[in-house]
């Protein structure tokens, strides 16, 4: 079992950064992928950004590329996703998720993530 928490999410205006982190419950951090998600009022939630055990390869969506960062510290059972040039389209409840794998290959798909936390806000402004 695998808890998570997310924080750091807030309101900031267009152009600016955030970053979130999500804190893991267990010893057993590095057995999961992590990967972040986002979710706005009355749309599907989507991927944005995952990360392997070791944190040696990423994989963003287009939408992010560039702007977004993860990284992930296994010392400290923390994950964490650096946005910057931030936009209102990035308004969204950000969610963090581990996917136990013992053979990563990137995934977008919500379903193949085993643990969620219960999300943080971010607002954008223009």
């Known amino acids: 079992q695998v808890q998570l928490v997310e924080s750091g999410g807030g309101l900031v205006q267009a152009g600016g950064s955030l970053r979130l982190s999500c804190a893991a419950s267990?010893?057993?951090?590095?057995?999961?992928?992590m990967g972040w998600f986002r979710q706005a009022p009355g749309k599907e939630r989507e991927f944005v950004a995952a990360?392997?055990?070791?944190?040696?390869?990423?994989y963003y969506a287009d939408s992010v590329k560039g702007r977004f960062t993860i990284s992930r510290d296994n010392a400290k059972n923390t994950v964490y996703l650096q946005m910057n040039s931030l936009k209102p389209e990035d308004t969204a409840v950000y969610y963090c998720?581990?996917?136990?794998?013992?053979?990563?290959?990137?995934?977008?798909?919500?379903?193949?993530?085993?643990?969620w936390g219960q999300g943080t806000q971010v607002t954008v402004s223009s």
């Open positions: 998720a581990a996917q136990f794998t013992v053979s990563w290959r990137p995934t977008i798909k919500k379903n193949e993530y085993d643990y």
């Open positions: 267990g010893r057993t951090f590095s057995s999961y992928a």
């Open positions: 990360i392997s055990r070791s944190g040696a390869n990423t």
